[in-house]
């Protein structure tokens, strides 16, 4: 039982340049999360999928686009990145349940934008 | 909508010192409330959780924290903290019903000293 994993560890990129982060969660979880970490900001959320086949945008969606492939997969793009991009990136799952509601985070995806 | 406010960025105290990190929360629907903690170059983990019933929670590694309706406040509290009690502590809230997602407060950088 892996948990929230996340590809890749570290990434530089151009601005101007795409990618695209991975994260995977085994728990059979339905809703999922991508998380954008900077100083002095808190964790805000960029976007979210309460189930497959459904996304929504959270705090600071402009930039990226997220693809729910499967219960399993929520990956997180951008299309054209920018400095203001230069962050660290977590993924999520959650569930609810008798004892309330969990969120599992990913260890993070630390991304630079020169 | 809900928001989260933690009152403290930064802690320094000295070993074995008592600490308490504030948060309060607003929301117009009842809450689920919870402490997370990111060591350095790591995700955040659970630390403790108020669901319901006692409005004191406590933690495996001697943390507690208290819900406070009345003052819209979940502090967090240790009596004696060690060196390894350095991380950077989340306060967070979610909707008893409807979305799973938790709203983050910025965070307060926790740093136990010598």
């Not at chain 1, 997969?73 to 991009?85: G, I, T, V, Y």
């Not at chain 2, 105290?13 to 409330?33: H, I, K, Q």
């Not at chain 2, 903690?37 to 403790?48: K, R, S």
């Not at chain 2, 009345?70 to 909707?95: G, M, N, W």
């Amino acid at each position: 039982n892996a948990g929230v994993t996340q590809t890749p560890k570290f990434q530089v990129l151009k601005t101007g340049q795409s990618m695209t982060l991975q994260c995977a969660q085994d728990m059979n979880h339905n809703s999922m999360y991508w998380y954008r970490q900077d100083p002095g900001m808190g964790l805000r959320l960029i976007y979210y999928s309460a189930s497959e086949g459904t996304t929504d945008k959270g705090e600071v969606p402009n930039g990226y686009n997220v693809s729910r492939l499967n219960k399993r997969e929520f990956s997180l793009r951008l299309e054209s990145a920018a400095p203001s991009q230069t962050s660290v990136y977590f993924c999520a799952s959650s569930v609810r349940g008798l004892a309330g509601v969990k969120q599992f985070f990913g260890p993070g995806t630390r991304l630079t934008v020169l | 909508a809900q928001s989260v406010t933690q009152l403290d960025s930064q802690v320094p105290v000295f070993e074995e010192a008592p600490v308490e990190l504030r948060c309060n929360y607003s929301s117009s629907v009842s809450v689920y409330l919870f402490w997370y903690v990111q060591y350095p170059n790591q995700g955040l983990q659970l630390l403790l959780k108020y669901l319901s019933g006692s409005t004191l929670v406590e933690s495996i590694n001697g943390f507690e924290a208290e819900f406070n309706k009345s003052q819209t406040s979940f502090h967090l509290r240790k009596p004696s903290v060690h060196i390894s009690d350095t991380a950077e502590y989340f306060c967070a809230v979610s909707s008893q019903g409807g979305s799973e997602k938790l709203v983050f407060g910025k965070g307060t950088k926790l740093t136990v000293n010598p």
